[in-house]
DNA sequence: CTGTATCCTCGTCGATACTG
DNA sequence: CAGTATCGACGAGGATACAG
């Protein structure tokens, strides 16, 4: 899945952050914090993702039981994606690493431009 | 730096994901925690990571100011590397997300096992 | 010891086309 | 509407060699 293995050292953070780490899973799970949604609703939602992509991220997210899939039997059929309990609760988690995210955002900017400033692009 | 910016959506958090999203940061940071530490020793402890990726994920740490680099005046010249405060910092927030890893990784893993189960690799 | 530069491989993802 | 299959382009990262 994904990338290669970094080693066994610390697994479970890993695990997560496997999952996470990739540019939509967050996006996904936020959206759905806010309610459940379907597939082409959370396509248009998140507009810079593909359909492959956003296909891929709740195959992964419902496999690790973070995200439900529920089948409306309309016509057209419809599909609607909602967290679990489990995937409420990452939410939360992520939420608080998106608080420190918010809260030092600022400073890690300013350190970049320092740090960019000093190390002129080196052409 | 990366894949490419998922949208602006949620840009602290991406931030914040983008750099420790990766294989390598996250345990870099672990190790550091513990105390200071040379380039060589880390490569030594993380025995996966390349020479090439240890020294791109500091640099990067190092940018955001999580990551402090200090030269040693020895002969041979040595380098070590600390963890700054903002580190620590979010070395608090991992822990909290690492925690959160561990409680729910059992589960986790029979829900993909259950989800496998369903789906036999599809040969 | 502490890196940087180059090359090359291999996985990832977007685009496109097609199915239920 | 809700996906899956295929393909091609792109870029991250390992190996290696070299530099300060």
Redesign the pocket.
């Known amino acids: 899945?994904?990338?290669?293995r970094a080693l066994e050292y610390d697994c479970a953070i890993r695990d997560v952050l496997d999952r996470i780490g990739?540019?939509?899973s967050v996006l996904v799970i936020m959206e759905l914090s806010k309610g459940p949604c379907?597939?082409?609703?959370l396509?248009r939602v998140i507009e810079?993702?593909?359909?492959?992509?956003?296909?891929?991220t709740?195959?992964n997210l419902e496999r690790d039981g973070l995200v439900s899939?529920q089948?409306?039997d309309t016509s057209?059929?419809?599909?609607?994606?909602s967290l679990t309990q489990r995937g409420a609760s990452l939410h939360g988690a992520i939420s608080h690493l998106a608080h420190w995210a918010e809260t030092h955002q600022p400073g890690i900017r300013t350190s970049r431009a320092a740090y960019d400033a000093k190390e002129p692009i080196?052409s």
């Open positions: 899945m994904g990338r290669r990739d540019a939509w379907r597939f082409n609703a396509r810079a993702i593909s359909q492959r992509m956003l296909s891929v709740l195959r899939r089948v409306l057209p059929p419809q599909v609607e994606y080196a």
